[in-house]
């Protein structure tokens, strides 16, 4: 079975950073774009970033955007998700995904794979 093994997280303060990290198995990885949502109570989940399965391009939300990063590192089939100058309505529960196709998409429904989900809490 097919796995996507997330880690990081947890409590920040605003103004904080925090790394979510995401590993694979290596054909997964070499097959993959791979994306980051995220969901908060009472909301719908929602598109953070993605990136290709070559790391070529790359995509943010703009509630995001110029704060979070999406890398990719091959020698360890990880993908992460550097996160700096977080605030608070960055708190949720963050998810990693993968499709199988080159490149990636904002649309959650188009993943698939799913990672178990990490809390992220940023206080003010």
């Known amino acids: 079975q097919v796995q996507l093994a997330q880690s990081g997280g947890g409590l920040v303060q605003a103004g904080g950073s925090l790394r979510l990290s995401c590993a694979t198995s290596?054909?997964?990885?070499?097959?993959?774009?791979m994306g980051w949502f995220r969901q908060a109570p009472g909301k719908e989940r929602e598109f953070v970033a993605a990136i290709s399965r070559n790391g070529g391009n790359t995509y943010y939300a703009d509630s995001v955007k110029g704060r979070f990063t999406i890398s990719k590192d091959n020698a360890k089939n990880t993908v992460y998700l550097q996160m700096n100058s977080m605030k608070p309505e960055d708190t949720a529960v963050y998810y990693c995904?993968?499709?199988?196709?080159?490149?990636?998409?904002?649309?959650?429904?188009?993943?698939?794979?799913w990672g178990q989900g990490t809390q992220v809490t940023v206080s003010s």
């Open positions: 995904s993968a499709r199988y196709k080159v490149d990636g998409s904002r649309r959650w429904d188009e993943y698939d794979l």
């Open positions: 290596g054909r997964t990885f070499s097959s993959c774009a």
